[in-house]
């Protein structure tokens, strides 16, 4: 038996059809991903960027301002991308699972 977590499950899998994803399909979801995290970014780097503004103001260093904002931008990103495809493949992935039943 191997430890390896990386290899591919041995179990015999019952249903051996696959799903075929259309560029009708993906286009979608690309698309509900993209507003999502501009959307999202905007907010999240407009209130950590204003957050960070406000720090550097009350620290004394307003010229530091601007870095602090840049670096606020970026701790937001990771999360609202998660976010926006969590969210996109939520809401289209009824869609995908209705077509591979039927």
Not at 9 to 23: F, G, I, M, Q
Request: proline letters at 6%; charged letters at 15%; hydrophobic letters at 45%.
């Amino acid at each position: 038996m191997s430890n390896n977590p990386y290899e591919p499950t041995k179990a015999p899998l019952a249903d051996k059809r696959t799903l075929e994803v259309s560029w009708g399909h993906a286009l979608p979801l690309w698309w509900s991903i993209t507003w999502r995290t501009l959307v999202y970014g905007m907010l999240g780097g407009f209130v950590l960027g204003a957050i960070g503004g406000g720090i550097a103001a009350a620290s004394g260093v307003p010229e530091k301002a601007e870095a602090y904002g840049m670096i606020a931008g970026y701790i937001v990103t990771i999360p609202v991308s998660m976010l926006s495809v969590k969210q996109a493949i939520s809401r289209h992935l009824s869609t995908l699972a209705r077509e591979y039943i039927q």
